[in-house]
Antibody
């Protein structure tokens, strides 16, 4: 069974950097899947942040791209997210998810449990 | 970005009822549409991919249909454990986007 687990600080100061890691088990980070970050602001809907392939190829949401870095660590079977210059608007539950390519579609078939990150001084 | 509009924003139905909700895309996305269920306090869970393909382990009372710009998720024989918010998500073009959700409650 595939399992994803987010970790990182739950509190970040404004203008600081949000850093999260997603540990993957039950699948190799070097498989044919993509690895995504999705966030959900309190009481709001879901926003896709970006994704990475094991080769290091990335796709980012243009709305966040200038502040984002997603990286992969194949030796630890995990991937990470950094968001720079955070504000209160970045307060959200952050999920990592596996992006799976089916024959004719692409979807997020496994998710972590989520981690709440609050931006506050 | 592709905009997804879900309706209704919320609905209330009785156990055993058949409920339907819709997702409309701002452009033709063929069948690149997924549905997720999010139970309060939990991560989203994939129900349907490619508009109508039931994800493994998902009860058969969930059914997806549609193509192009208009999509429907139907829950037949509504159960108490189906109380959740349901989101559609397009996989036609990056950035992947989600609808704003339909909240399902039991009367």
């Amino acid at each position: 069974q595939v399992h994803l687990e987010e970790s990182g600080p739950g509190l970040v100061k404004p203008s600081g950097t949000l850093s999260l890691t997603c540990a993957v088990s039950g699948d190799s980070i070097s498989s044919s899947n993509w690895w995504s970050w999705v966030r959900q602001s309190p009481g709001k809907g879901l926003e896709w942040i970006g994704e990475i392939f094991h080769t290091g190829a990335t796709n980012y949401n243009p709305s966040l791209e200038t502040r984002l870095t997603i990286s992969v660590d194949k030796s630890k079977n995990q991937f990470s997210l950094k968001v720079n210059s955070v504000t209160a608007a970045d307060t959200a539950v952050y999920y990592c998810a596996r992006g799976h390519q089916w024959d004719l579609s692409y979807s997020f078939d496994y998710w972590g449990q989520g981690i709440l990150v609050t931006v506050s001084s | 970005d592709i905009q997804l509009t879900q309706s209704p924003s919320s609905l209330s139905a009785s156990v055993g009822d058949r409920v339907t909700m819709t997702c409309r895309a701002s452009q033709n996305i063929m069948n690149y549409l997924n549905w997720y269920q999010q139970i309060p306090g939990k991560a989203p869970n994939l129900l349907i991919h490619a508009a109508s393909s039931l994800q493994s382990g998902v009860p058969s009372r969930f059914n997806g249909s549609g193509s192009g710009t208009d999509f429907i998720l139907t829950i037949s024989n509504l159960q108490p454990e189906d109380v959740a918010i349901y989101y559609c998500q397009e996989s036609y073009r990056i950035p992947w986007t989600f609808g704003q959700g339909t909240k399902v409650e039991i009367k």
